[in-house]
C-alpha cells in the first residue's frame, strides 16, 4: 500500500517534466527508432514478408501516435488506474 502510494505521488512530481523531456527530444527519439526499424526491415528476408511495407514510415507514424499518446497522458488529469486493474484488464483482453 506505501508503496504505491509512494510510486503515485513520485509520478505527480514528475509526469509533466517527462512530458517536456519526450517532446524535447522528440527529434532524437525519431531517429532512433528510424534507424532501428530500418534495421529491422534490413534483417526480415524478403520473402517472409507478406505485404510489401515500408517499415520506417510505417514505424515512424507508430511512434508518433505512441508519443502523442504519451503526452496526453503525461499532460492530461487522466485517472490513473490500479495496476490490478490494468492486469484484468490485459487477461480479459487475450481470453477473447
Do not use: Y
Amino acid at each position: 500500500m506505501i508503496r504505491s502510494f509512494t510510486r503515485k505521488v513520485a509520478f505527480e512530481l514528475v509526469r509533466r517534466d517527462l512530458a517536456i523531456f519526450l517532446r524535447e527530444h522528440e527529434a532524437e527519439l525519431l531517429q532512433i527508432f528510424r534507424e532501428e526499424l530500418q534495421r529491422l526491415d534490413d534483417e526480415i528476408p524478403e520473402e517472409n514478408v507478406f505485404v510489401d511495407l515500408r517499415m520506417v514510415p510505417l514505424g515512424e507514424a507508430v511512434l508518433k501516435a505512441c508519443l502523442r499518446a504519451f503526452d496526453r497522458f503525461l499532460t492530461s488529469d487522466f485517472p490513473i488506474q490500479e495496476t490490478d486493474t490494468l492486469e484484468e484488464n490485459t487477461s480479459a483482453d487475450e481470453d477473447e
